[in-house]
């Protein structure tokens, strides 16, 4: 008999685990060393029998980045007869990074450890969210999401995104069912092999359960906001469908077309309805809760490189709260998000003690000169229960599924503990930098720019749709270009508002100095044609990523050439600061 989940159980067990978190890292790491203690990788490090405490641990094993496991990973991928970084639990597959930082996709060792993680944060972040916010029984989620490519390696592994081994795997749809959330579209949808169609028929299978959609979803919010932004364009379009009961012609592929005729009936009434709807909103203000009225909330990770989108997602939310998603990677899980009533810029992830072995790397560690890279005091890393409050750090994990000391590359902020585990905000990702020679400005700072210069845009009734950044080192001095793309025409003298603005906006002390010293060349503002980052979104699905997990990059480095060529040939307009002559 299935399991009925019960989210005050769920509640007191991760209040007894996160008040015991010091004990229960140590028995994690214990127990990912006993497991695994006789793979090739930890046996190089002399980890002996597995028994190990914390201290002993972190003097035997290096910090890693993903560049030092690469050859690891190609042994699993090419078919290693030996076990190489687990034992425990095999590796039955990579999960895939989007590709996002460097523009180039990371193969991570993937197993069902992974796949059990994600469940429990999803229940325990449900229960949370479902104390606060009830969802009724029988109700829907339309959730934007996507199966994504397959690969298999020369060893005959699968390689997809994290999000796809999850949604393949039978415990996905029997959580989701358990978590009141099944998803409204059918697996025909979700697993398509073409995105753009899939959306549509996510778009059409909300409209058609519209009544009983109670959560809109996604992983992330850039893949809400995107469907938005298409059923803005395609909305008559669905509106016929319904009204004829004839699937577009745009649906070109069979298992879609099968399915989606299980559920397309044709209701002029329901049609009109929906017509009506759309034309009374101005501007498509509250467009959630008039098409979907028992919308209860909207969920997906809204923090981050996600934040750009909020005023967009709250502009379609009308009234309906947003609910900000937990915090993982494609390495593993990392916290869940325990304070749903708080807005999503004040979201902090709770640490779970038990799915894997948390270090941390304070920010500020020395910068080596030659490399650029960050050299780390040892003894400076601390253990999950002995980070401060207020500090940033950089995450460190050890994982079920066969990294060791991993340098994730996310810079966090601990902003208390919930019990005795921190609870931590995201900041940014470490290596999304924009930096000519003194200057450090990170991902954060650069959505800070963008935020104060696309404040300028908003009397002529404008906005910024996407925006990314590269630095320009060919030139002499190099400068930062700053790409926008907006959803109307930017008037000459607007743009150089906003290009000064932006220039000034960056307040990094190396930045200021280097500008009015002219070590750095005066910013550039670049305006994309429409459509732009659509054809970055389909560069990267091609590349086998799923909208789901698509980050745009705010940072585009020389070696990424094929999203700058993109960048560079889609210019319609551009301009240069005077903010510092
Ligand atoms: P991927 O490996 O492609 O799934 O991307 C994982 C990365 O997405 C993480 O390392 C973070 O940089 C980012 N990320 C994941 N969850 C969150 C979150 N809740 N808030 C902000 N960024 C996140």
Not at 442 to 467: G, I, M, N, R, W
């Amino acid at each position: 008999m299935e399991k009925v989940f019960n989210g005050e159980q769920v509640i007191q067990e991760f209040e007894a685990m996160t008040r015991d978190a010091k004990r229960i890292q140590i028995k994690t790491l214990n127990k990912i060393l006993k497991d695994n203690w006789e793979a090739e990788y930890l046996r190089k490090w002399g980890t002996f029998d597995g028994t190990m405490d914390p201290k002993t641990y972190s003097s035997c094993v290096p910090l890693v980045t993903h560049k030092d496991i690469e050859p690891y990973v190609q042994k699993i991928a090419d078919g290693a007869s030996f076990p190489v970084l687990t034992v425990g639990t095999p590796i039955t597959a990579f999960a895939l990074s989007s590709g996002t930082t460097q523009g180039k996709r990371k193969y991570l060792p993937y197993n069902d450890i992974l796949t059990e993680t994600a469940m429990h944060v999803f229940q325990a972040s449900f229960a949370f969210r479902n104390r606060e916010f009830p969802l009724e029984n029988g109700g829907k989620a339309l959730n934007f999401i996507y199966g994504g490519k397959h690969f298999t390696t020369k060893g005959g592994l699968l390689a997809a995104t994290a999000c796809t081994n999850i949604f393949h795997s039978k415990q996905f749809k029997k959580t989701m069912k358990a978590i009141q959330t099944p998803a409204c579209s059918p697996d025909e949808v979700i697993f398509g092999p073409e995105f753009h169609q899939s959306l549509y028929c996510h778009l059409l299978c909300g409209l058609i359960f519209r009544e009983e959609i109670q959560v809109v979803s996604s992983t992330f919010a850039h893949s809400i906001v995107h469907s938005f932004r298409t059923f803005e364009t395609v909305w008559e379009e669905l509106c016929s469908d319904i009204r004829t009961g004839v699937l577009s012609a745009r649906i070109t592929v069979p298992s879609v077309r099968t399915a989606m005729a299980k559920i397309l009936k044709p209701d002029p009434e329901l049609a009109d309805e929906i017509h009506n709807k759309c034309l009374g909103l101005t501007n498509w203000y509250g467009l959630i809760p008039e098409i979907f009225p028992n919308t209860k909330y909207i969920y997906g990770i809204m923090t981050g490189s996600m934040a750009p989108y909020l005023e967009k997602l709250r502009h379609y939310a009308g009234g309906v709260p947003l609910q900000s998603g937990d915090y993982g990677a494609s390495e593993g899980w990392i916290g869940v998000n325990v304070n749903p009533e708080l807005p999503p810029e004040m979201t902090t992830f709770v640490v779970l003690p038990n799915i894997g072995y948390f270090e941390f790397i304070p920010l500020g560690q020395i910068h080596d000169p030659d490399s650029g890279s960050v050299l780390v005091e040892p003894e400076s890393v601390v253990g999950l229960t002995d980070v401060k409050v207020g500090e940033e750090y950089e995450v460190v994990i050890t994982s079920f599924a066969g990294l060791y000391r991993y340098r994730l590359g996310d810079v966090v902020k601990v902003t208390g503990f919930h019990n005795s585990t921190p609870k931590l905000q995201f900041i940014c990702r470490r290596n999304v930098m924009l930096t000519v020679n003194v200057d450090k400005n990170t991902e954060k700072d650069l959505q800070l720019s963008v935020e104060a210069a696309a404040k300028l845009l908003t009397a002529e009734k404008l906005e910024v749709v996407d925006f990314t950044s590269h630095v320009d080192l060919v030139s002499e001095p190099g400068h930062y270009v700053i790409f926008w793309e907006v959803n109307g025409e930017v008037s000459n003298d607007l743009l150089k508002e906003c290009c000064n603005c932006l220039d000034k906006s960056f307040v990094d002390a190396g930045y200021v100095t280097s500008r009015t010293s002219k070590a750095i060349g005066p910013l550039e503002l670049r305006v994309l044609s429409r459509g732009t980052f659509q054809k970055i979104l389909d560069h990267y699905v091609q590349q086998g990523s799923v909208v789901n997990q698509h980050k745009t990059p705010r940072c585009v480095s020389a070696a990424n050439q094929s999203v700058l060529k993109i960048l560079c040939s889609n210019v319609v307009k551009s301009c240069l600061s005077t903010a510092f002559d």
